[in-house]
C-alpha cells in the first residue's frame, strides 16, 4: 500500500530554518508536494515538483525562502525552510499524486497524504 512518512517538524525561532523530509512508496508518483493547514483553515499550497522533469512551483509566501528538492534514489521529497516566520506555523503535509498530470497547486489533485508534522515558529 502507498505510504507517505514524514519527519523533521518542531519547534524554532523567527528567523531560522527547518528541513522536512517525506519519503513515499508503494506506487509509481509524477508529482509531490507540501501543503500546511491551520484549524479552520483550507489546506494551503506550499510547494511542489514534478518529478519526471523536476519542475518546481512554490507559493508567493514562501518563494525565496522555501525549496523544495528530491531525491531521485526514491520518492523522497525535502522541504528547505529558512529564514522562517511566526506565520509559518502550521501542520505541514507531504502529499503525491499517481495521474500523469495534475494541478500541482491545489490539494484535490493529490491521492495520497502524510500523516502531517507540527512546525512552529516562535517570535
Known amino acids: 500500500q502507498v505510504q507517505l512518512v514524514e519527519s523533521g517538524g518542531g519547534l524554532v525561532q523567527a528567523g531560522g530554518s527547518l528541513r522536512l523530509s517525506c519519503a513515499a512508496s508503494?506506487?509509481?508518483?509524477?508529482?509531490m508536494g507540501w501543503f500546511r493547514q491551520n484549524p479552520g483553515n483550507e489546506r494551503e499550497f506550499i510547494a511542489a515538483?514534478?518529478?519526471?522533469?523536476?519542475?518546481?512551483y512554490y507559493a508567493d509566501s514562501v518563494q525565496g525562502r522555501f525549496t523544495i528538492s528530491r531525491d531521485d534514489a526514491g520518492y523522497t521529497v525535502y522541504l528547505q525552510m529558512s529564514s522562517l516566520k511566526a506565520e509559518d506555523t502550521a501542520v505541514y503535509y507531504c502529499?503525491?499524486?499517481?495521474?500523469?498530470?495534475?494541478?500541482?497547486?491545489?490539494?484535490?489533485?493529490?491521492?495520497?497524504w502524510g500523516q502531517g508534522t507540527q512546525v512552529t515558529v516562535s517570535s
Open positions: 502529499a503525491a499524486d499517481s495521474s500523469s498530470w495534475n494541478n500541482v497547486h491545489s490539494w484535490r489533485a493529490y491521492d495520497y
Open positions: 508503494g506506487a509509481t508518483f509524477t508529482s
Open positions: 515538483i514534478r518529478w519526471s522533469a523536476g519542475s518546481t
